[in-house]
């Protein structure tokens, strides 16, 4: 299947990124080269490292990148300090991450990651570790429950859990559509009713869980971060509140000047700044982009700046 990507929230991206065509870049989340792409054609002594956990990922992008100033590495963002180590670059001059599950993991159904059509429960990014069928056949019902709850902010969870380990008794859950008819099987009529994918809370939190995503996000995020250049800017989109929250107030804090508690009536910290906000509001999708790419819906755009 060929990995399709249409790049969200592009131009806003770019201009985000205030491109040095000298500079070096790093694109955490390659998916199918959209951003990368862009990227690159704006450089021309400058450099960009693409980087991606999915191994088609990779193929698809070095395909894409050829003939531009651009180097893929297959490698999760959390690892951008070792990669950039081993390419010995000390500092870069803007950082892209674009969160979430691309179109082609979506759609390609043997990947596992969708609920409208049947295929191996597996939903693993990198394609290697355990699967989210191992996950959903081993934990108990509790932390079962913290994922879902956690993760999807599911207000089932616990009804969902249980029918989780009722059934494995039976025969273990091997398919997304098993899944997902589980899922639906745990909730109220009328809440089946009004809500047209029930199971679409408990993918994302499952998901989430597989790849440890919450973590690599958190881990990342410093990463990167202490590898930007003085100027140098920090765009992540984000697709859900999850994922928003935490960037949120990573960015808050990187912009914060004082650190003291809130009662405490002087600064005594000294604290000075590392970063400020580009934008203090998210920016999101036009109507002519949700138009063209249902995808956009639910993106968000936050811009930071090292100091």
């Not at 081993?86 to 043997?110: C, K, M, R, T, Y």
Request: hydrophobic share 40%.
């Amino acid at each position: 299947m060929e990995f399709s990507h249409i790049p969200v929230l592009l131009s806003q991206c770019l201009d985000g990124l205030a491109i040095d065509p000298a500079g070096i870049y790093l694109d955490g989340t390659a998916g199918g080269a959209g951003h990368s792409k862009e990227i690159a054609k704006r450089l021309t002594t400058g450099r960009l490292i693409s980087l991606d956990q999915d191994p088609d990922a990779v193929a698809t992008a070095t395909a894409r990148l050829k003939g531009l100033p651009a180097q893929v590495v297959q490698a999760n963002f959390r690892e951008t300090a070792r990669v950039l180590d081993e390419l010995e670059i000390p500092f870069i001059n803007g950082a892209l991450l674009d969160l979430g599950v691309s179109s082609h993991q979506l759609d390609d159904a043997e990947r596992g990651f969708s609920y409208h059509a049947d295929a191996p429960l597996d939903m693993r990014m990198s394609q290697q570790g355990p699967t989210a069928a191992d996950l959903v056949n081993t934990l108990d019902r509790e932390e079962l429950t913290r994922i879902l709850r956690d993760y999807g902010e599911e207000p089932y969870a616990w009804q969902i859990a249980g029918k989780i380990v009722k059934a494995r008794e039976e025969a273990p859950i091997l398919t997304t559509l098993q899944f997902a008819d589980l899922i639906a099987s745990a909730m109220p009529p009328a809440e089946r009713r009004k809500n047209k994918n029930p199971a679409r809370r408990s993918f994302q939190a499952v998901r989430i869980a597989v790849n440890g995503e919450l973590d690599a996000l958190n881990e990342g995020m410093e990463a990167i971060f202490s590898r930007l250049a003085p100027g140098g800017r920090f765009c992540i989109i984000t697709f859900h509140s999850l994922e928003d929250r935490l960037v949120k107030q990573k960015f808050r804090r990187w912009a914060q000047r004082c650190t003291c508690p809130p009662e405490q009536p002087i600064c005594t910290c000294g604290g000075m700044p590392k970063a400020k906000l580009i934008t203090r509001k998210p920016i999101e999708a036009d109507a002519g982009e949700l138009e063209e790419n249902r995808r956009s819906r639910s993106a968000k755009l936050r811009v930071l700046e090292k100091l």
